[in-house]
Nanobody
Framework: QVQLVESGGGLVQAGGSLRLSCVAS????????MAWFRQAPGKEREFVAG????????AYADSVKGRFTISRDLAKNTMYLQLNLLKPEDTAVYYC??????????????????WGQGTQVTVSS
């Protein structure tokens, strides 16, 4: 059974940093696309950052480019999201996702098959 477990969220002041982790279990996803999405209250779940499998390319939403960094440890089946220079508008539940058969990242949430339970990030002004 595939499971994704996020951790690392919390409350931080504007300008601060957090590091989110997503550990996958049940199968190896080194060749699969993985991504981070987020959902703020009353808003749609939106793409934050994605990474292709096998050490391929990455992509970011314009709103986080230059502040967030996605990375993967293929040997540990783990994905990370480093969040720097956080802003109050970054407040949301952050979810990790994996595409079961897709090697290249996508910005479309419908292309992902497995999701974690989410971790709350709250940025105070």
């Amino acid at each position: 059974q595939v499971q994704l477990v996020e951790s690392g969220g919390g409350l931080v002041q504007a300008g601060g940093s957090l590091r989110l982790s997503c550990v996958a279990s049940g199968r190896t996803f080194s060749k699969n696309a993985m991504a981070w999405f987020r959902q703020a209250p009353g808003k749609e779940r939106e793409f934050v950052a994605g990474a292709s499998g096998s050490g391929g390319g990455t992509a970011y939403a314009d709103s986080v480019k230059g502040r967030f960094t996605i990375s993967r440890d293929l040997a540990k089946n783990t994905m990370y999201l480093q969040l720097n220079l956080l802003k109050p508008e970054d407040t949301a539940v952050y979810y990790c996702a994996v595409a079961q058969r897709r090697p290249f990242y996508s910005r479309n949430r419908d292309d992902y098959d497995y999701w974690g339970q989410g971790t709350q990030v709250t940025v105070s002004s």
